[in-house]
């Protein structure tokens, strides 16, 4: 039994891993993306922050997903979301979110590899006494990503909630 630290018992690098062929069509996806966005809702004030989000896969056919945002004024953490990115041999989409708030989400929705965007509708939102749906759509150039974000709860119909836009890094 190998100990850590040993020859062979850490995997190697995710850069150096090779891409599984089902998410190759994501691969512009991949890689550390950082910028501003701003959010509102009718219940809530309109408030700016800043965000990160990191797509990484690890050779399977799957891609793992994090995003932190925070108050642009202070730093200040404000919200965290993880989970991962999958394409079905139907060519749709699948995404499984939980979010530092105890909400989950199962997205499904479509690519458009040639102009780069995704559209996500939740099937589910887990453990969440107001939300009812979630909407996210994405659309990504060589060194740009941007996403919108609707939301619907047990008070509004889907509105617009939040919008950013990300510059690789």
């Known amino acids: 039994m190998e100990r850590s630290g040993e020859a062979g018992s850490v995997p190697p690098p995710v850069s150096v891993l ?3 062929p089902a998410i190759a069509p994501l691969q512009f996806l991949l890689g550390r993306w950082s910028g501003e966005g701003e959010g509102g809702f009718p219940t809530i004030k309109s408030f700016r922050y ?16 994090t995003q ?8 200040e953490p404000m919200h965290a979301e993880s989970g991962y990115w999958r ?3 139907d060519g749709s989409i699948e995404v499984v979110i939980a979010q530092s708030t105890g909400l989950v989400e199962i997205q499904k929705g479509s690519l458009d590899a040639e102009h780069r965007t995704i559209e996500l509708k939740s099937e589910l939102v887990g453990n969440a006494s107001k939300v009812k749906e979630i909407r996210r ?4 150039t060589d060194r740009e990503l941007s996403y919108t974000v609707q939301m619907a709860t047990t ?3 889907l509105e617009p909630h939040l919008q950013a836009i990300l510059r690789k890094i």
């Open 137 to 140: 759509v994405f659309k990504a």
């Open 155 to 157: 008070v509004t119909n």
């Open 50 to 65: 800043g965000e990160e989000l990191f797509f990484s896969h690890s050779g399977k056919p799957v891609i793992a997903y």
């Open 18 to 20: 090779p891409l599984h």
């Open 68 to 75: 932190k945002t925070w108050k642009l004024e202070t730093g």
């Open 87 to 89: 394409l079905k041999s």
